[in-house]
């Protein structure tokens, strides 16, 4: 836990166009808005829904798909509450709390100075430790026998199975558990929109090494995971990697750095990536009375490997990716708005939009759109003018347009319109599937 870094040139406007952006387009709505929401929660709406969807393949992508060393789990949320006794969690998980005599606001106090920023007082309690976990109770009986917590991270379920999983995996280290899922914490100050809410969701994965190998390995996955976000079109100087100071070590680590990203209120966390030693795997077998350690064939050693971990917040990173992406500029005199979205991460990859709602074009349209529809994440958008839509899949950052228009009828052509360039080039029908496929691919390679 740690207060973000203040940057020279955090741009306070850009926040408010894509949070309005978010509600208006439908990627983010105040949760239970009717009922007048509640504080720092959201409900995530279409083109959000879409969105996290594809960061979360992304992320897999790299992660689990295209390595032949990490496997994924799903663990449950609600889980043996000794679980927490062990991580540490409910000894330590905590921030300390102030309260504000004057008007009763409560603040974390690592992220204040002396005064209330609400108000200015200086009449502030003492700083209490604040348990962030959420509490519960399993089946009918509430007393502390039934108590057990929300997941305030995913990785100690990565832990806890470690040797179900090298047991059917016959996985050996250097070897890595991934997996994405809702993670829960009472948070004293959420806010900044999606920035820090009370439910997230995390994309985290441990990976088990010899322990004379964990400086290496955590080299590694530093790079690794500042590369990712590049490669999915966050640019390079909105990204820094930075190593954490001693005193704000974590009570399981040995070195922790976080990627951060320039938000309009300056650097703050993407991500951390943390050395965990065998902080965890000890614990657990201390705790559980198994022994959760690696036997080495070759050289006939029983040890305990230690754990790098790159936990990355989705929520968090589908924010970023958005402020981001979030352009305008001047099209043949008009101004637009234009997400410059990765191709991967945008909500839609093409938008099928036939020239006019004629029932002539329509069969057409439906049909190239079905055959699109099994390839590719499509909108279908036929109302008003065609200029006015361009504009509003921009806004969405749909990479591609495809136009199908009167001639279509007779050339069995169709025109796609770029995002970027907003170049329009005339396709045969037949071969749609793929020029669409080599122009969404072609961004992977870049
Ligand atoms: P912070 O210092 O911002 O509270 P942290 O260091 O406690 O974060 P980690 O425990 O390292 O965060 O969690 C890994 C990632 O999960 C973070 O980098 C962030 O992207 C995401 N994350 C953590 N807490 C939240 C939250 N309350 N809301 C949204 N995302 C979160």
């Known amino acids: 836990m740690k207060p973000a870094v203040t940057s020279p040139t955090p741009d306070p406007a850009l926040f408010d166009a894509v949070v309005n952006l978010c509600k208006r387009r439908g990627f983010v709505f105040p949760s239970a808005e009717i ?29 689990v798909q295209e390595r032949d060393d990490v496997v994924p789990i799903d663990a449950a949320v609600l889980t043996n509450p000794k679980v927490w006794e062990a991580s540490g969690h409910l000894a330590a998980f905590t921030d300390p709390l102030v309260d504000c ?15 209330c ?15 962030l976990m959420f509490k519960t109770f399993v089946g009918p009986v509430e007393d502390s026998a039934a108590a057990a917590y929300l997941r305030p991270e995913t990785a100690q379920g990565m832990f806890v199975n ?30 900044n929109f999606v920035f820090r809410t009370r439910e997230f969701e995390m994309m985290e994965m441990e990976y088990f090494v010899p322990p004379a190998e964990a400086a290496s390995w955590f080299e590694y996955w530093c790079t690794e995971r500042l590369d990712w976000y590049e490669r999915y079109g966050v640019p390079k100087e909105m990204l820094r990697l930075r190593q954490h100071e001693e005193s704000e070590l974590s009570h399981y680590s040995a070195g922790t750095a976080d990627v951060e990203f320039l938000y309009p209120w300056g650097w703050g966390e993407l991500e951390g990536i943390a050395n965990r030693t065998d902080f965890d795997l000890r614990s657990h077998s201390e705790h559980s009375g198994t022994k959760l350690e690696y036997f080495d064939q070759t050289s006939g050693e029983h040890y305990m ?19 981001a ?32 709602k ?32 361009y504009r509003r899949q921009d806004e969405i950052g749909t990479p591609l347009c495809v136009t199908v228009d009167f001639d279509s009828l007779e050339d069995g052509a169709v025109t796609v319109r770029d995002r970027d360039s907003t170049e329009q080039v005339r396709v045969p029908i037949g071969q749609l599937p793929g020029t669409i496929a080599e122009r969404l691919e072609a961004e992977l390679d870049r």
């Open 117 to 131: 920023p609400k108000c200015g007082s200086k009449d502030l309690t003492e700083a209490r430790p604040f348990n």
């Open 325 to 356: 992406a979030y352009d305008t500029d001047v099209v043949a005199g008009e101004d637009r708005t234009v997400l410059r979205l990765h191709p991967r991460i945008a909500p839609y990859s093409v938008a099928v939009l036939p020239l006019s």
């Open 358 to 389: 004629k029932e002539t074009l329509t069969p057409l349209a439906k049909k190239i759109l079905r055959t699109l529809q099994r390839r590719f994440v499509c909108d279908y958008d036929e109302t008003q003018a065609i200029g006015r839509r």
């Open 162 to 191: 470690f040797l179900n999983v090298l047991q059917t995996t016959r996985k050996r280290p250097p070897f890595g558990i991934a997996q994405t899922g809702r993670a829960f914490r009472n948070e004293i100050t959420p806010g």
């Open 35 to 63: 009922y007048g929401g509640i504080r720092s929660t959201y409900d995530y709406g279409p083109l959000g829904a879409l969105m996290l969807r594809n960061v979360r393949d992304a992320w897999w992508r790299s992660m």
């Open 101 to 115: 005599r004057n008007c009763k606001e409560r603040w974390r106090a690592d992220q204040i100075g002396d005064s």
């Open 305 to 323: 490997p230690y754990v790098i971990e790159p936990a990355a917040g989705l929520t968090r990173t589908m924010m970023a990716m958005l402020l």
